[in-house]
């Protein structure tokens, strides 16, 4: 654009300005207001205002025109396109374009008046694009296709997807709400919610999210916000917002910050008020701004303005900022810099309708430096307001031009001019996927808050309360809004006793009331659980609160639960038990019911602080869950037929002939399958999950290495002390430089193993040989697995202990965890449900059932460093979920975490070992080539494995007797890796 032509441009902007002024007191006098300034102060003012905003005919292009072209990553050749194509567009053509109208799912019949409306928009009108509301998934994408195939420029289809498509789509997923996100912490959940509410959203033709809601929930009372909010700190907002962002930039959909310059310090709702936002512009700038202008760097694509009073930018009162020049125009595009797409909050909403005609909020939206007029209230009547300003010349053409350009700039980026449709068949692949519901899941379990325990009633036991009574107090008259709570009641009815409901409403009299109380006294323990919900006030109804508070004083045992407004503490005084979940939506109630029976670990964190409360930022008592449970949901969050097939395959292949898988995930038994038979024969009894499996060289960690780490955290066992200062009966054939650690990393020198049981008869032979033996290389220098160093590492720990490897670690580990099928030597109760490992045809000449498979621990008594123990894969998710909690099982620590963390990290560049445990390797690794680096675990020669993933939170413990009826078979060799891999598909958010 040569300067001339901007020239141009620039004298149009003075002369909006003083259209703007003409404008407002045009508005001023429809609205009865006096004018305070005559005909010769007005001419003044027009006069000071050309000269407080000379002419420049020769400013640069780049300090003052604003480019769209970095927002969406557009070419010279796609902006030339953009350009030649508008200038082949008629004015009406343009002036629709910058209309998005409402649009319903629903709107499905083809002889409807609602369909035919959306035709006419489409086809007659031209509108830029729709927003869409309620419906369900496939009624909304066939309709947005039939639409598309009208349009001829393709239209930007978008909706308010804050919490996923299950917001307004009721067969969707619903994810928790933003203060949910933020209690949970955790950045890559939130990216990945930005990820898939993108990726469906574009599966059903959806390419505008009006998300993320960056505003900063300064005011407590605010009805509108509140956990629709990050938080009340700025920087949280951003961090999140920005994570959130980032995924749906990569998922292609057009991200939204809103509402534009902060919709978070007042408490009134835009959707019925015109809210006034009287702070300075040092605050607004300090903590409402921020996000904003950070969000703009991060590359957010799009900026929704809200319907806002804000004094400190816009003098003239009244005059919301979606109005607004100076708040838009200056603000925003000159001295902020954005060069995205400008959208309105909806303008049907009555901050607009209560004071402004709808030709005249449209064109004052425009001229304020909007490009998207959302949901006017009559589609027709805005797009021929438009018109009608542009022939007037109230609205230059060119300011057309410039938002026309923007928005097919975005529909370039979109890639809607290739393909503008959606591929309904593949609808159920990429939309409410179990991997989308299982990340809703996590967030809300992370999520749940606990900020009041005083009589320790969380967990609670459900054989300390014989009955229970739920009372839900819902702030609706409406009573099909009670069915919403209908989740929680099922949910919790699974986890406890005898439980009786109570529903309150406001349509409640007072003998419901009356009879509530009755059976609240009746009770052992009240759950009493509050939904409110977001618009017009969150004071609690007076009723209600009377009846809350009668229900608190008169009774001793009561928990509270707020399925929403975190607030709502503060109109109490009498609490001693309170819970947060920040929202009502189904996985959020799921999340609750498991957290307060201890299903789940509580550990969310106060994401705000609470006024006239003692809560404050950062505060959430953090509990552990009471155990490894199987988690209930798992077939409606996991995809684990792959996993099944190879399952079934391997048995049927006689890899092995039965088998326990079990995986946990989240704190939780996700997966817990048995397959096959104890043997092959046809008549042979099948696995079941109480099965239990020789673990051979699985022993080594859970067994001798736990021994080990107990020792070494209570300062007994020294890893650089010599061995020989422990067992100077080892100091002889150059072994006095070996230490603890040598024998951990399995760089002593010592040999992997020797076939005592060919040779020598009793324990103390085996013992004194190992004692006795050679070294194979110097101590150190080189890396060979050794079932002698185990063998000695046991000695040590016996000798420290004062007792037996096996007493030790059923006094320690195993009785304490509840490992109760776990052992050494088992007794003869057990024999009937341990599986038989090999026949053997060469020294003890029988099939080995219930007796140590490897020889030399057999000679051993069947305790041994190296091999030994018997359990179920039960019992090792316990040990492996133990071990992902860094040392802690049920509230009780049994390692330090810094000892977790270093004895199961990579030690030396020599091998993959870490102390007793093995690490993941780069290559061939039996735990596959997907979970992360930074996983540990350990097999055993019988075709037993354990191994945990510390980054992901998984563990995978695979129990199988491939040496039935021979140790010749070695498939299982290549099978781990492949079944690992599967399962990771099956619980990995990402995978590549």
Known sequence: MNTFLFGLLLLQSRLLLLLNLFTWMRILVKRNLKMQTGGKFLTIGIISLLLVFPMDFTTNK?????????VFNLSEEDNLWIENKVSEMSLEEKCAQLVMSYASAADTAKDSKNYERLVKLVKELKVGGLIFFKGEIKPQAAITNELQKLSDIPLLISADYERGLGMRLEDAVEYPYNMAIAAANDFNLTYLAGKYISDEARAIGVHQNYAPMIDVNRDYRNPIV????????????????????????EGKVLSTAKHFPGHGATDLDSHYELPVISLQKNEIEEYDLRPFRRMISEGVKSIMVGHLDVRAYEENESIPSTLSNNIINNLLLNEIKFEGLVVTDAMNMSAITKYYEEEDAVERAINAGNDIILFPPNDEAAVQAIISSVKSGSIPES??????????????????????????????????TKKHKRLASEIAEKSITLLKNEKNIIPINPDKYYKTNLIIVRDTRSLSSLKKEKVFEDAIGRNLNYIKTTKISLRSRKKDFQNALKEAAKSDLVILAYYNSLGRSLEIDEKQKEFMDEILNENKNVVLISFGNPYLVNQFDNINTYAVTYGETDFSQYAMADAIVGKNNIQGKLPITIPNTEFKFGDGIQLASLGVFEDYYADSLYDFSKVDKLMEEAVNDKIFPGAVLAVGHRGKLVYHKPFGKFTYDKD???????????????????????????????????LDKKVI??????????????????????????????????????????????????????????????D????????????????????????????????????????????YDVLPTEVDDYWRMTTVKAKVHDENAYMLGGVAGHA????????????????????VYKGKRYFKESTVETWTTKQTDQSTRGLGWDTKSEENSSFGTLFSMNSFGHTGFTGTSVWADKDNGVYVVLLTNRVYPTRDNREIVRFRPKVTDAIAEAVLYETE
Request: overall charge negative.
């Open 684 to 718: 042979a009894r099948g696995v079941d999950k109480k099965s239990i499996f020789d673990l051979a060289s699985v022993s080594k960690v859970v067994g001798t290495t736990s021994a080990a780490m107990l020792l070494y955290d209570e300062g007994l066992l020294d």
């Open 62 to 70: 780049k300090d003052e025109v604003k480019s769209y072209s970095s």
């Open 868 to 887: 030994g123990l018997f359990s179920t894969a039960e019992d090792l998710s316990k040990f492996m979920q133990m071990m992902l909690n860094k040392g």
């Open 399 to 432: 300011r057309i031009d410039f938002s026309v350009k923007k928005i097919l700039a975005a529909k370039k980026w979109l890639g809607l001019f290739e393909n503008k449709l959606i591929a309904e068949d593949e609808i159920d692949q990429r939309v409410n």
């Open 788 to 831: 002698l160093g185990m063998i000695t590492l046991q000695q040590i720990i016996e000798k420290l202990a004062g007792k037996g490897l096996d007493e030790f670690l059923e006094e320690r580990i195993f009785k304490p965890m509840g490992m109760n099928r776990t052992m050494y030597n088992p007794s003869e109760e057990f024999w």
């Open 226 to 249: 509140n956990v629709r909010s990050f938080s009340d700190d700025p920087e949280v907002v951003i961090n999140h917002a920005t994570a959130f962002t980032q995924g749906m930039n």
């Open 725 to 786: 200062e422990y067992l100077p009966e080892f100091n002889n054939n150059g072994k006095d430089k070996i230490t603890v650690r040598n024998l951990l990393l399995h760089n002593s020198g010592l040999i992997a193993f020797v076939e005592y049981y060919r040779k020598l008869s009793t324990k103390e032979e085996v013992i004194n040989a190992i004692m006795n033996s050679e070294l194979k290389y110097p101590t150190g220098t080189d890396y060979v697995y050794s």
